[in-house]
């Protein structure tokens, strides 16, 4: 296997050991109607209706869009605008919980009998990506054999940024679900082959799952290096099959489909229950964290709660995400939603003032895409749309790695983020 670039970070998995536990039942929650990628749905209830457990409480008619459902039973007491971490804005739904967390009367496994039919119940369900980038799951599943014929059901439980631990519970409390889970998709959707990926930090559960595997041929659990970014689609497309996916390309141009694994064990109990998606698995850490733990929490459950749960007192940042590519939070109210797979609170020093910069070309040693970060820098500065066209800006995936081996502590990865604005939208 070819090493790839990227970095050796400290993994601070203090939570790898620690089983989850369930959240209380908060008081009230609030559901915003953007959970992922897509359009936001609108509201199905109005102010002062019950609701139940698993209930559709939003629905959109667009294409990317998955429908939201109500992680509580209660009563709607307010709907109201949300201001998402990215800035842009949805109506949330505000339920007061009732306390009994009476199942929705419909709320059976579901039926199905077609392939067509199996990606419809998966949209009902709510599924996307709980990685962290919320990409619907039914969307990956639309794909047309005869067209884009896919013949690697890829998982992906590298799990590669620091502190997180919540796939890694996964893997160590419900491997039954996520060994069904794969049989499942690779069943319904006809895809021949499995590629468990799991990083070599993770021996308990490589272990774990190549004992329940054993004897399907067709399920191979990978052993991964522990190298950042290993767990981006490319570097572990490229690492379980040696397929390389090119820029403007996806993974099912590879013959690829890549699934979280949380997300592929979901799909599993749902199938089974007809419970949708309404809780997650976060991980709580960080060296402002009191009780660093792993904890299953209704969606909807504000950010304030899980920060008295788990003893956080004084932090200058909160990330909502891993410490590479976590988003910085502004609102402690703000609720928990289907993407969020963990919870930093950090005590960080003061970050220094950018030098200029030494030529060292650390950062493109770092660079897993084998990109020129200082050259997309100047480019950027200097608004040279070209340039940046031509360094293939576009496959730079944001995970930091330029900005983290930075010896003059130039912004790199920011500006790359800020330079896709320029480019022309195909």
Avoid: W
């Avoid at 496994?109 to 119940?121: A, C, G, L, S, V």
């Avoid at 792993?294 to 909160?318: C, M, P, Q, R, W």
């Avoid at 939603?337 to 963990?342: Q, Y």
Wanted: net charge neutral.
């Amino acid at each position: 296997m070819k090493i790839l670039n990227g970095v050796h970070l400290n993994h601070h998995k203090n939570t790898e050991n620690e089983s989850t536990v369930i959240f209380p039942l908060p008081a009230s929650v609030t559901i915003p109607m953007a959970q992922g990628m897509g359009a936001p749905c609108e509201p199905l209830v109005a102010v002062g209706d019950n609701v139940f457990v698993g209930q559709k409480i939003g629905e959109s008619e667009q294409y990317m869009s998955i429908p939201v459902h109500s992680s509580v039973s209660g009563t709607v007491t307010e709907i109201k605008e949300y201001v998402m971490p990215n800035g842009r804005s949805c109506k949330s739904i505000v339920i007061e919980s009732d306390g009994k967390q009476t199942p929705h009367p419909d709320i059976c496994p579901p039926k199905y009998k077609t392939r067509e039919e199996f990606i419809k119940i998966v949209r009902e369900s709510g599924a996307c990506g709980l990685g962290g980038a919320g990409f619907p799951t039914f969307v990956k599943f639309s794909f047309k054999p005869e067209i884009t014929p896919i013949d690697t059901l890829v998982v992906n439980a590298a799990e590669c940024e620091p502190y997180i631990t919540s796939d890694y519970r996964e893997l160590m409390e419900r491997p039954k679900d996520v060994y069904e889970g794969i049989l499942l998709i690779m069943k319904e959707l006809d895809i021949p082959n499995a590629k468990l990926c799991i990083e070599n930090n993770k021996p308990k559960a490589i272990k774990l799952l190549t004992d329940m595997a054993a004897k399907n041929k067709k399920i191979d659990v990978v052993t991964l290096p522990s190298k950042y970014p290993q767990g981006a689609e490319k570097m572990l497309v490229y690492s379980a099959t040696g397929r390389t996916i090119k820029e403007g390309e996806l993974p099912s141009h590879q013959g690829t489909l890549v699934m979280n694994v949380s997300t592929v064990a979901f799909l599993y109990r749902y199938t089974q229950t007809g419970m949708p998606l309404i809780s997650r698995r976060l991980t709580v850490d960080g060296n402002a964290v009191g009780m660093p733990c792993n904890i299953e929490v209704l969606l909807g459950t504000t950010i304030n709660d899980l920060l008295d749960y788990a003893n956080v007192k004084d932090y200058t940042k909160l990330l909502m995400g891993g410490p590479m590519m976590g988003m910085c939070m502004f609102d402690t109210n703000a609720p928990i939603i289907k993407t969020h797979n963990a919870l930093l609170a950090l005590n960080t020093e003061p970050k220094k003032a950018p030098t200029a910069c030494i030529r060292c070309g650390a950062c493109v040693r770092a660079c897993p895409m084998n990109l020129m970060p200082e050259s997309l820098e100047k480019a950027f500065d200097a608004k040279n749309v070209d340039d940046l066209v031509a360094l293939k800006l576009g496959l730079c995936m944001n995970c930091g790695c330029c900005t983290y081996v930075c010896p003059a502590n130039r912004a790199l990865a920011e500006k790359n983020q800020l330079a896709k604005a320029l480019l022309p939208r195909k």
